[in-house]
């Protein structure tokens, strides 16, 4: 995707991007570090002269801009440096700007810092960050144009994250890391439409306006599945969160895609992903942390949710949630709030910047009724109701089925077709109470990956048969016997 590489060349020092610039657009004189990302990106996409790769190669090149030697000068004229200032703070400062003194601010905070000359790329960037907001980030709002802080303060972040390395053992040695870290580790780089980042699946609002989707530069997001189906009506629901900042409830049968929907939404938008898997055993010190002994002193250490909990743009999924005791998630509900600011371990926890949290469960909070999923429980109504919706997800419809899965294992649609016909009568067996549980998606992907090497009868049995209670597998084998041709396989291998 064009988005991806134009955040990877965003994230390259701006020497090596000007090298590439003069490199493969020699003829073209330098424009700005993000508009030059834009132009390579899609040069690469289209299959230009030269790759990401060539790029990331490319031989660096000292940036002079005699625009921004002149702010650094008089910058350095103009300000009296009184003392060394605790850089935590400076970027502290900084991050409270939402406005365009930001490359000012910048420029004062490395002049305090005593080090212009090794900081003069932070404040070009802050500069380029600046202009290209003014020129190309502006939003058409009733006709007038608006400019996006969050997009400028994102990208001016990026620049400060990319030039922060030499102070990094100042940093440490105030112990400042994990403030820094939140203040500049993500930031969003760009705000795009739906249909450009998830596949061309468009959505809109009630008044046909396409909806927009925010996309960050989390180092760590998850990897892209280029073969995840997307639909219109699950994007509705993350998009309206990504608004409002309301929790998630995903619920339905095992196989409808509830987790890997929050990895790829992570995925797809550059969003960090922390998924915490829930037993009959969790307690809270397990996901939020506890107190202990670390070289002989009693200190907290956060757990996963709060790590992620107080890590901006980070997407939390609390998976097979109603397997644990209501009693020890009696803790999330004072985070789940909006806004929530709790008192924990001996700190104040707020939610981080564009966090969102979604729960994952065969359930729709009200416990299992069909007996299928033990161990789940119904839900604590004050936690439960601390999501503001409740999704239903069902199985795909055939076509849609059909497209996962010749994607995922390559075979023919009608191979993928043949098999999944035998899945959905399973599933009419499961509703008259037949079957206990049919087929997943993920079996039937097993079943034809193998039946090339196994044959028809032992890749059935071993992806499908043997998961079958007793109860199940007559009325199983009798689906198979009558759906599932061995000449048929064989033919569309």
Not at 303 to 318: H, K, R, S, V
Not at 466 to 471: L, Y
């Amino acid at each position: 995707m064009a988005i991806d590489h134009e955040i990877d060349i965003l994230q390259l020092p701006i020497s090596v991007v000007h090298g590439a610039w003069r490199q493969f657009h020699g003829n073209q004189s330098w424009v700005s570090k993000s508009h030059a990302a834009e132009v390579m990106a899609r040069a690469i996409r289209s299959g230009g002269p030269y790759t990401l790769a060539d790029v990331r190669n490319a031989v660096p090149l000292p940036f002079v801009n005699t625009a921004a030697n002149a702010m650094v000068d008089s910058v350095r004229d103009t300000l009296q440096i009184e003392q060394a200032v605790n850089p935590v703070r400076t970027v502290a400062d900084r991050a409270d700007q939402r406005s365009l003194d930001t490359a000012s601010r910048l420029s004062r905070a490395l002049d305090r810092l005593d080090v212009v000359e090794q900081g003069q790329p932070v404040l070009i960037e802050a500069i380029e960050a600046v202009d290209k907001a003014l020129r190309g980030l502006a939003l058409n709002v009733d006709g007038m144009a608006q400019i996006d802080p969050a997009l400028v303060q994102g990208q001016v972040a990026a620049a400060v994250r990319n030039a922060f390395k030499p102070f990094e053992a100042a940093v440490a040695a105030a112990g400042a890391q994990a403030t820094v870290g939140q203040m500049v580790s993500v930031s969003k780089v760009k705000t795009v439409p739906v249909s450009q980042a998830f596949d061309n699946v468009a959505v809109y609002d009630t008044k046909g306006n396409e909806l927009l989707v925010d996309v960050y530069d989390n180092a760590n997001a998850p990897a892209i599945d280029p073969c995840f189906v997307w639909t219109e009506g699950i994007l509705k629901h993350l998009l309206l969160s990504q608004t409002t900042g309301e929790n998630l409830w995903f619920g339905g049968e095992k196989g409808t895609g509830k987790s890997e929907t929050v990895r790829q939404f992570a995925a797809r938008t550059g969003r960090g992903y922390c998924r915490i898997n829930f037993h009959k055993y969790t307690t809270s010190e397990d996901y939020i942390g506890a107190m202990g002994l670390v070289n002989g002193d009693t200190v907290f250490t956060e757990g996963d949710f709060l790590q992620a909990f107080t890590t901006p743009a980070t997407l939390i999924l609390l998976d097979e949630i109603t397997n644990a005791d209501p009693a020890a998630l009696a803790t999330l509900n004072g985070f789940l709030e909006p806004n929530s600011a709790v008192s924990y371990g001996g700190a104040v926890r707020r939610r981080a910047p564009n966090v969102l949290v979604f729960a994952a469960d065969n359930t729709l909070t009200n416990g299992d009724e069909s007996g299928r999923y033990a161990g789940t429980r119904q839900m604590n109504s004050a936690l439960a109701d601390r999501f503001a919706r409740v999704v239903a997800f069902k199985h795909l419809p055939l076509a849609d089925e059909i497209n996962a899965v010749v994607r995922h294992t390559g075979c023919t649609e009608a191979l993928a077709e043949h098999v999944l016909k035998a899945v959905h009568a399973c599933r009419a067996k499961v509703t008259s109470g037949d079957i206990i549980d049919a087929p997943s998606i993920r079996q039937v992907m097993a079943f034809i990956r193998s039946v090339a090497v196994l044959g028809v009868d032992e890749a059935w049995a071993a992806s499908i048969g043997h998961r079958q209670p007793s109860e199940s597998a007559t009325a199983i084998e009798a689906i198979k016997a009558t759906y599932i041709s061995a000449d048929y396989i064989s033919a569309n291998i």
